[in-house]
Structures are given as C-alpha cells and as structure tokens.
C-alpha cells in the first residue's frame, strides 16, 4: 500500500487532484472552527467545557457529522446536513412526482436540472435550519438551559437584536453554499465524492479528543480494549459492505447493418447492504421527534407522561429505545430498497438490449426473480445495519451513558467512514491501474 501511494504522489495529473482535495478539507475545518458575527466565542467554549458529560440530547448526531462546529454556532455550523437531507427528499419525491422521474430518465441533461433543485432546497433548509439553531441558542435550549450564565448570544451590544439575529442566519446559510460549492469542488477537481469526503472529515475530526476522553477518565486497559472493539467493527462493515450478489445477465447477438452487437456476458450486483446509510439516518431522525416535542413542555416539572418518555423512549440506553430504533431501521431499509431498485423497471430494460438471465424468461418472469433474490438478500443487510446502528447505545451502557454521549466510534460514523473510505481508494486505484500501477488492494 505505501507503494501505491508513492505511485500516486509521482503521477502529477493525480497528485494534483489530492493536494487539491487537502487543501479544500482545510479550508473546509477553517470554516468550521470561524465563529459566525454576533456569538461570543470565550462564552461557547465555556457552555461547552459546562455540559461536558452529560451531552446535547437532540443535537448529538448533527454536531457529531458537523465536526463540532454546530453547538459552536460556527459559519459552517449547519455542514452537510441541508444538502444531504435536500438530496433524500428529491430521490424520495422521485417516486411521487412524474416530472422528476422523467428528469431522471432523461440522463445527463435531466440529472443537471434536479441537482439544480437540490441546490435551491439545501438554501431553504439551511433558512430554515439556521433560523433553528439561532432561536435555541438565543433562549439557552441549545445546551439544554444548563449554561445560562454565559449567553451564546450576548444582548446589549448595540447592535438590535433583530440584525443580529438575522446576520446569524444569512451568514450560517452562506455557510452551508459555500460547503455545498466546496463538495462539488472535490467531486470535480479532486478524488472521490466531494459530499462524502466532507463528512468524513467531520467524523475523523471528532475521534482524537473523543478517545482521549475515554483515555482520562476509563484508563489505558478501557481505551485500548475500545480500539480494539472498535478495530474489529471495521473490519466487519467492510467486509459486509463489500459482499454482493452477482446475477448473471447474457446479451443476445444483433446484427445492426454491417456490424454485429451483443453476445457478452456481465451481472447485476445486488449489495448485502443495498440502502446504504440512509435507513440510520431516518431512524434516527424519527426518534429524534419526541425529544424535540419534550422541549415544548416545563423541564422543571415534567408529568408522568413526559418522565416516562424521556426514560423510555429518549434516553439511549433504555430497552425500549434500542428495539425501537432497531425495528424502525430495519422497516426503512425494506422501504428505502423498494424505491430506489425497481425489478420491473430493470428487467424491462434489459429486454430492450436483448438481455436475459441464464433459466429465466425475460420480462414478468425476470423482474419476479430479481424481486426474490432482493427481498432474500435485503434481509441480512437491515440486521446488519441495525446491528451496527445499535452498537453505541450498548456503549453508553458500558462507558457511562451521560458521559459519551457524542461517541464517534460505532454505528452511523463507522457505516459513513468505511463507505467513504473505500469509495475513495477505488477511485484512486482506478485512476493508478490506467497507468499500469499496482493498486492498493493486491
């Protein structure tokens, strides 16, 4: 492998592309280490040394894929989260609406103008998202009213409040285009997807001070068994997320004028894990809502309804909530799947080329077997991915669950980085086999 990335280094079209790629993730942590105008930093970093411990309840997950910038109220505060959410809502919208299905039939040209719309939603989301976190931390809710003391948002400044306010939210939008300029950036000048690679960067950046922490307080023998646990869930995503099934397909031989076409043989791959990350994040957007609904509700003296909610339901440790988010994973796997791979659509395809697989009549016939093979293979993949989802909460209970409540090492960030990790190498191992380099992967 270091061979690889010596090779790498000396082809200059390639180094380019990856000295590139750092400098963008630089500026990128630059950005989201800037404080926005108006937040007083001395008063974050005290908010911040306040609640350690004892988490940040609904913003776990988004300040984890920020890389902290979010509960530091930062100009790239907001991350990749709008663009994200932004691209799941249009893909979902993709089934419902005839006009975006027929954009995305129609190849390029079509896929351009709904990458256009997704642009326009990730600036509304981010408005919206934005103007969110603002009011949070303008009435304290954002570190759950326990730094009262050191206002996020100073009053008295002079300036109105209003300004302020409304100066927070352009700036934080205007964070969130520059990191989606940034990530297409990468995507189109550097290596691998540029989305992808930054919120790989965020995750990365909160693993040094989140093992440290377990160092200070568990001991060398807790933080060295961590990585070790840690080690061997990596290696069991990426085995499973490169494991597929290989349907066989065989092209039949047409004669079209002088020259003949078809008669090869190639496959459909059909991925253990088919849905990627995106059953995890609805789950955990989901269970995310009675949190939210608690805010609305006296924290001073909370009713038995709202206690048993809150012990239930919320806390992550809580039986309840893992087989919650473990069935709830498992359901939007299934449904994720059905939307984004349509069996008739592909055998009817394939019946337009003179495609067939070996024993199986095309059309109807074809699209019931490819139904069957993908109901029997989307089965292992919900439980492996609840499985892996479920992983921090048993930390919790281990480690102490006010204490690591931000913890990056199991679950989504390991499904992310490993995703992102490999994607990476095989794009660059792509571009090294071109110039008849040796791979990283022997």
Known sequence: MLSAFLSAFRTPDL????????????????????????????????????????GTGVLNLLDLFSGGALLQLSVFALGIMPYITASIILQLLTVVIPRLEQLRKEGQAGQAKIT???????????????????ALARSGQLFQNRCDQFPIIPRGTGIPDWLTLSILVMTMTAGTGVVMWLGELITDRGVGNGMSVLIFTSIAARLPSEGWKIKTTKGWGMFLLVIALVLLVITAVTFIEQAQRRIPVQYAKRMIGRRMYGGTSTYIPLKVNQAG??????????????????????????GKTQAWIQNHIVKASAPEHIAIYFLLIIFFTYFYVSITFNPTEVADNMKKYGGFVPGIRPGKPTAEYLDFILS??????????????????????WLDNQQFQNFPFGGTAVLIMVGVGLETVKQIESQLMQRNYEGFLR
């Open 15 to 54: 180094r380019k592309k990856l000295l590139f790629t750092v400098g963008i993730i630089a500026v990128y942590r630059l950005g989201a280490t800037l404080p926005s105008p108006g937040v007083s930093y001395g008063n974050v970093q005290k908010c911040l040394d306040t609640i350690q411990g004892s």
């Open 116 to 134: 256009q719309y997704t642009r326009y939603l990730t600036l509304g989301l981010g408005i919206l998202q934005s103007s969110a976190f603002v």
């Open 277 to 302: 990350v995106i059953p995890v994040i609805f789950a955990s957007s989901l269970l995310y809502l009675p949190t939210l609904v608690l805010q609305f509700f006296d924290q001073t003296n909370p």
């Open 376 to 397: 029997r293979i989307t089965l292992p993949g919900a439980l492996y991915l609840g499985i892996i989802a479920i992983l921090p909460n048993f930390f919790f209970i």
